[in-house]
């Protein structure tokens, strides 16, 4: 089998989603891409899982907005000192 083929199989394998939909989350240790596309074409991309820089993706993914907004609240207070 070519890495294509495998790659293909893998993503075809409902054993390696945790559901067939549009918020299905991926986790295959045999294919080797961080980021693949949904079950359905057109929705976009998902994160492997399975794949160590697919979970420091998703971690920054989820970390990038707080930390965004952390900043702007903490620029945006008007904090007074001691009247």
Not at 29 to 42: C, E, L, M, N, Q
């Amino acid at each position: 089998m070519t890495p294509q083929q495998i790659q293909q199989a893998e993503w075809e394998n409902p054993a390696n989603w945790s559901t067939r939909g549009p918020l299905g989350v991926y986790f295959s240790k045999a294919d080797p891409r961080i980021w693949v596309p949904k079950t359905r074409p057109g929705l976009g991309w998902t994160v492997n899982l399975a794949h160590p820089a697919g979970v420091a993706w998703m971690f920054g993914l989820l970390l990038l907005p707080m930390a965004v907004l952390i900043g702007v609240l903490a620029f945006a207070c008007p904090c007074t000192g001691a009247a």
